[in-house]
């Protein structure tokens, strides 16, 4: 692949008419800024929404409201910090593949 052509094409946006790269929309740091806050908000609400309901779940400490954030968050950064332990097993060397 030619590498002008992987520079000029996909997630780095589009060449303009000068030449220049164009700044695609996850490129401004205000629009990702936007999208975090916004799925914050949604998980709070979702939260909050455990309030207005009584849920019916297997064992009592799900009952708890925001158990189901809580469980989910805690099993993302088990499984983060698990990553983290299986990349010093797995990973190679930068020219593995090269022969």
């Known amino acids: 692949m030619n590498p002008d052509q992987d ?3 996909g997630a780095h946006g589009a060449k303009g008419e000068q030449g220049e790269l164009e700044k695609g929309w996850f490129d401004v740091p205000e629009n ?20 207005f309901f009584h849920k019916h779940s297997p064992y009592d400490f799900l009952d708890f409201p925001g158990s189901d954030a809580l469980y989910g968050f805690v099993s993302c950064v088990l499984l983060v910090l698990a990553a983290k ?6 990973m190679r060397d930068e020219d593995y593949y090269d022969g």
């Open 7 to 9: 520079k000029n094409s």
């Open 32 to 51: 990702v800024n936007k999208i975090i806050w916004t799925l914050v908000a949604l998980c709070a609400a979702s939260v909050a929404a455990e309030l």
């Open 85 to 90: 332990r299986i990349r010093k097993v797995l």
